[in-house]
């Protein structure tokens, strides 16, 4: 969340408006087909007080598409589910990743900003030391004995 607040009326993929009958028409699939589906945890809509199934635009859609892997793909309602699934592990996961990147972007930001600190704050009145060539002589230093 962006961290506004949501207008509790506005209409999003996740609200959930449609009654079975409804959502049994725009999936194109009988309504005890969708029973089924929710009973088996292919599609779980939201339910009312009354315990009476909301489904989502969020949810049609993904009726639809269990009835595409189903019917197009040969694929059975176990296979289905372990898809549904992975896919949702999946979203998660690219969800973190994106997290992750932008807090690492964040992290990189603010130590290029704290390297400038460091770098202004040096002293210019020093003198730089250079590396001088050596010589091949050796000078050996003795105090001067007093007399």
């Known amino acids: 969340m962006d961290g506004r607040r949501r207008n509790p009326y506005q209409l999003t993929d996740e609200t959930p408006v449609y009654v079975i009958s409804v959502a049994a028409q725009l999936s194109g699939l009988h309504p005890q087909t969708l029973r089924q589906y929710d009973r088996l945890g292919l599609v779980s809509p939201d339910r009312t007080a009354g315990r009476g199934r909301r489904y989502s635009a969020r949810d049609i859609e993904l009726l639809r598409q269990v009835q ?32 992750l990147s932008q807090a690492v972007e964040g992290a990189a930001a603010a130590m ?31 105090p001067k004995r007093p007399e």
């Open 68 to 99: 595409a892997l189903s019917q197009d793909e040969g694929i059975n309602l176990a296979g289905i589910k372990r898809i549904i699934e992975l896919e949702n592990q999946v979203a998660a996961l690219q969800q973190r990743v994106a997290e």
């Open 112 to 142: 290029q900003q704290r390297e400038a600190q460091v770098h202004a704050s040096y002293r210019r009145d020093l003198v730089p030391y250079q590396d001088v060539q050596q010589a091949s002589a050796l000078v050996v230093w003795r």
